[in-house]
Structures are given as C-alpha cells and as structure tokens.
C-alpha cells in the first residue's frame, strides 16, 4: 500500500484501537454514555477510512493526485475533531453542539470529495473495453 491508501489504512487502525478502547471502558465502568462517540468512531473512524484505504488501493491512479491527499487530510481532520467534540458534548458540555455541527458538515464535504474522486474512477472504460470477444479472436470464434 503507499500513499493516500497507506494513509487511510493508518488511520482506521488507529480508530479502531480507540473506538474499541472506549467500548472496553463503557463495558468496564457500566456508564454508556458515551456510545454514539464509540459507534461513530467505529462506522465513520474505523470502517470508512478502510474503505478509504482499499478504494485507493485499488485504483491507482486516482491514489496520488492533489484531490486524493485534499480527501485524506479533510477526512482525518474533520473525522477527528467530529469524535472528540461529540465525546465532549455527550460528556455534558452542550455548548460545544455547534462544534460538533461544523465537524459534522465537514465530514460530509469529505465524502462529497470522495464521491467526485471515486465515481468517475469506477465507471472509466478499462482499457480495451468496448471491443466485442469475436473482435478479439482470429478465427471469430468465441474460446
């Protein structure tokens, strides 16, 4: 893996480790308050930035442009502050709810970038595409 996959794939271990440590403490210390943080850590944390991960994998050459690593950066930064500003608000300070809404809206721009990178990369011809099998063999016989 390089670039903006490595990044991701980094990324969503490191959400995972965290979101599953706050699982361990909720379990330890029978306060579930805090279980939207530990399931947004999880889904948008953990299994987003590894579809991340395996997208750029998967598709070279979208991997190493400008708007990939824009991707990454708006994802990891907006994703990060989203979780620690809900953590804080669930924990009782509401006044941070704005903040926790503009980390949210963020978020969504990232995907929206993703959407804008990744759609057209998955539905580009693949080379030699459009050429019929009888085309493609001498006799005109399909193998």
């Known amino acids: ?18 979101g599953m440590a706050l699982g361990l403490y909720m379990a330890g210390s029978h306060d579930h308050t805090q279980m939207p943080t530990h399931a947004h850590t999880m ?31 708006l994802t990891a930064a907006t994703g990060i ?15 941070i709810e704005p903040v926790v809404a503009m980390f949210s809206f963020g978020f969504y721009a990232a995907l929206l970038l993703f959407a804008v990178i990744a759609l057209p990369a998955v539905w580009r011809p ?5 050429v019929s099998p009888v085309a493609k063999s001498p006799a005109g016989h399909l193998s």
């Not at 893996?1 to 965290?18: D, E, K």
């Not at 997208?55 to 824009?70: G, I």
Request: net charge positive.
């Open 126 to 130: 693949a080379a030699g595409a459009g």
């Open 81 to 95: 502050g989203l979780l620690v500003s809900l953590y804080m608000m669930l924990g009782g300070n509401e006044a």
């Open 1 to 18: 893996m390089q670039g903006v996959a490595r990044n991701f794939f980094t990324l969503a271990v490191i959400y995972a480790l965290c």
């Open 43 to 73: 889904v948008a944390g953990w299994l987003m930035s590894m579809v991340f991960a395996f997208f750029y994998h998967q598709f070279p050459a979208v991997r190493d442009t400008t708007l990939a690593k824009v991707h990454f950066w």
